[in-house]
């Protein structure tokens, strides 16, 4: 695997730049407070892939993602995939926290909070 490119493959550019382009609701809105390196002076790239994967929001200095789940991740077939998902970031040395969209909304300072909480002093 070290000798394998894990970020930015070139295979999904096109993939990662839609994604960018049209972003939910709930990522616009976490993204107004993660950008400009906003939260703790910590810079965030949204829509990044790792490997086969792409991140919502990942922040590079902390190995850290932020994933927003929406209805299709609470299916049996959604969570199955989350899980296995995780597993693989976590075994490359990242670090993967999740929250469900409407949070955004409802609770940003708690979410933003719990995102810094990962942050190392």
């Known amino acids: ?3 394998r490119k894990l970020h930015s493959l070139s295979v999904l550019k096109e993939k990662r730049t839609t994604l960018r382009k049209t972003l939910t609701p ?3 809105t976490l993204w107004l407070a993660l950008k ?3 939260l703790h002076g910590r810079k965030f790239i949204r829509q990044h892939s ?3 994967y792409i991140a919502d929001f990942y922040c590079p200095a902390e190995k850290l993602i932020v994933e927003l789940d929406g209805q299709g991740h609470f299916t049996e077939e959604g969570m199955e995939y989350d899980t296995k998902r995780t597993q693989r970031l976590n075994e490359l040395g990242f670090t993967v926290v999740r ?5 955004v909304f409802h609770n940003m300072p708690e979410i933003l909070h719990e995102i810094a909480s990962h942050f190392k002093k």
């Open 1 to 3: 695997m070290e000798n």
């Open 99 to 103: 929250f469900e969209n409407k949070l």
């Open 50 to 52: 790792i490997e086969f």
């Open 36 to 38: 400009n390196s906003q």
């Open 26 to 28: 709930a990522e616009a």
